[in-house]
């Protein structure tokens, strides 16, 4: 998995809520079991017509969101069915980082272990956020994992907060098998010794 530490980009304004599974990736995608490829059909339903053709108000259609690396979405972002191809597609698209007010559970899960980064933002933060996002002049945000804020362009910093060991993760780069990898030496020692004491097994 990919460090995050500082992501500099433009963010996409995506200002609805309950923006859920189905709408990040229709059930007709969750076929394959392969992590890219998933980014064209990311908001499949919004983006293009049933003949394939792009939607042109649908604003990852639009410049200068086509090379959006964030998100500022409404409340309950992610929320619907378990589906852990929704992160699959954002990160496949670009996106590293969604920033709402609020994130369904499982989807908020979900991200850590794809490294995306979920931002959770007071209401008026947001406000101000998703303000900037739609200054197509100037939608760029800076994410700092590190400090812990959001640099907006006119210079004012947007705190928050977040678990001590999900941040640690996504610095390092580590997922669940990273995790589990870092035991490596304990993990060949005991089934050594386990092999000795019951060889039968």
């Known amino acids: 998995m990919d460090k995050f530490n500082t992501l500099n980009g433009v963010a996409a304004p995506m200002d ?19 992590r890219t490829g998933l980014g064209k059909v990311l908001f499949e339903e919004m983006r293009f017509e049933p003949d394939g053709s792009e939607k042109p108000d649908f604003i990852l259609n639009k410049q200068p969101y086509r090379d959006a690396k964030i998100i500022v979405a409404g409340n309950n972002f992610g ?12 990160l496949d698209f670009g996106i590293r980082c969604v920033i709402s007010t609020s994130f369904a559970d499982i989807f908020y899960n979900n991200c850590f272990k794809n490294g995306i980064l979920p931002i959770r933002v007071t209401k008026e933060q947001l406000d101000a956020l998703m303000a900037d996002a739609k200054d197509t002049e100037n939608p760029e945000l800076t994410v700092d994992l590190v400090n812990m804020e959001i640099r907006r362009p006119n210079g004012v910093t947007v705190p928050f907060e977040l678990d001590a060991f999900r941040r640690e993760c996504l610095l390092d780069g580590l997922d669940d098998i990273g995790l589990t990898m870092q035991k490596g030496d304990k993990i060949d020692s005991f089934e050594a010794g386990q092999q000795q004491s019951q060889p039968w097994l």
């Open 16 to 34: 609805m809520i309950n923006i859920d599974t189905d709408k990040i990736i229709p059930k007709l995608h969750l076929r394959t079991i392969k």
């Open 79 to 90: 929320c619907g069915s378990s589906r852990e191809h929704a992160p699959w597609a954002l």
